[in-house]
């Protein structure tokens, strides 16, 4: 089992940065995917990023690409989401989830994630 704990959101005026991190713990090595998702109220969750810890290959929504970038460091088993020019289309919760068996899987299918944090809320202000 794995344990996800997010922190790094907060309140940011529009075109500000905010940097989000995701701590794993429990059976660590056993992820073979960490993604970024977010949720906006009255709307459905979104994948916003993901990062295989396989081949490192990387996957960004097109209303994050340029902007946002997922990192991972495995000595500290943390994985980070770094926004920069944020919108105030960006406000949501954001979620860090894993993928947590082998196989295929889809960055943008919040049902392929078996593991999840608890959620850190982004807010930012026009």
């Known amino acids: 089992q794995v344990q996800l704990a997010e922190s790094g959101g907060g309140l940011v005026q529009s075109g500000g940065s905010l940097r989000l991190s995701c701590a794993v713990s429990g059976f660590a090595s056993s992820y073979y995917a960490i993604g970024w998702f977010r949720q906006a109220p009255g709307k459905e969750r979104e994948g916003v990023s993901c990062l295989s810890t396989i081949d490192g290959s990387t996957f960004y929504a097109d209303s994050v690409k340029g902007r946002f970038t997922i990192s991972r460091d495995k000595a500290k088993n943390t994985a980070y989401l770094q926004m920069n020019s944020l919108k105030s289309e960006d406000t949501a919760v954001y979620y860090c989830?894993?993928?947590?068996?082998?196989?295929?899987?889809?960055?943008?299918?919040?049902?392929?994630?078996?593991?999840w944090g608890q959620g850190t809320k982004v807010t930012v202000s026009s």
């Open positions: 989830a894993s993928v947590d068996e082998d196989g295929w899987y889809s960055c943008s299918l919040a049902t392929d994630f078996g593991s």
